[in-house]
């Protein structure tokens, strides 16, 4: 069982930039590839970017590339998505996935541990 508890998210002005984390209860979590989700109000939870177990492998949906950078830190438990350049768009509840096969993975179903998400808010 992997507990998984997300942190940083907020009000920000549109540019702004944002560091969430994630930290993961769990002992072997170098055997887990780590994602980053998120779900606006009336839109399904969609993939924003994932990691690989040691860090070597990211993959970014086109809406985040050259804005949001993921990395790994096996040693604190943790996984960051920093935000940068934030627009009103980006304006959703992050989640982060575990998934105990390694890679990186854009389907919510390949990932079966959750936290319970942090809410960003980007104003205009």
């Known amino acids: 069982q992997v507990q998984l508890v997300e942190s940083g998210g907020g009000l920000v002005q549109a540019g702004g930039s944002l560091r969430l984390s994630c930290a993961a209860s769990?002992?072997?979590?170098?055997?887990?590839?780590m994602g980053w989700f998120r779900q606006a109000p009336g839109k399904e939870r969609e993939f924003v970017t994932a990691?690989?177990?040691?860090?070597?492998?990211?993959y970014y949906a086109d809406s985040v590339k050259g804005r949001f950078t993921i990395s790994r830190d096996n040693a604190k438990n943790t996984v960051y998505l920093q935000m940068n350049s934030l627009k009103v768009e980006d304006t959703a509840v992050y989640y982060c996935g575990s998934s105990p096969n390694d890679g990186w993975y854009s389907n919510p179903t390949d990932y079966p541990y959750w936290g319970q998400g942090t809410q960003v808010t980007v104003s205009s």
């Open positions: 990691i690989s177990r040691m860090g070597g492998r990211t």
């Open positions: 769990v002992r072997t979590y170098g055997r887990y590839s």
